[in-house]
């Protein structure tokens, strides 16, 4: 008799570490994804020497000038 091999098995481990790694990937990038953007932004404020704007959430800030800043 012949034995089967377990290369299918250790094929659809694989998938599965992969699959969980992606879902908590992305899971982070949702729970995070505002304040990485409100960081990204805040950078590229200074750059064009703008004001950064906070928004009333997360990922929600821009770009300004003094006057817009003090008129919301």
Same mark, same amino acid.
């Given at each position: 008799?012949?034995? /089967?091999? $377990? ?7 694989? *998938?599965?570490? &992969?699959?969980?790694?992606?879902? &908590? @990937?992305?899971?982070? *990038? %949702?729970?995070? =994804?505002?304040? /990485? ?10 750059? &064009?020497?703008? &004001?950064?704007?906070? =928004? @009333?959430?997360? =990922?929600?800030? %821009?770009?300004?000038?003094? $006057? ?5």
């Amino acid at each position: 008799m012949k034995w /089967l091999s $377990n290369k299918g098995q250790a094929l659809i481990e694989y *998938v599965l570490i &992969v699959s969980l790694i992606t879902v &908590v @990937a992305i899971s982070i *990038v %949702r729970i995070f =994804g505002g304040y /990485l953007k409100d960081a990204i932004t805040k950078s590229s404020c200074s750059l &064009v020497d703008k &004001v950064y704007i906070e =928004g @009333a959430s997360p =990922g929600e800030g %821009r770009c300004g000038t003094e $006057n817009d800043f003090w008129s919301d």
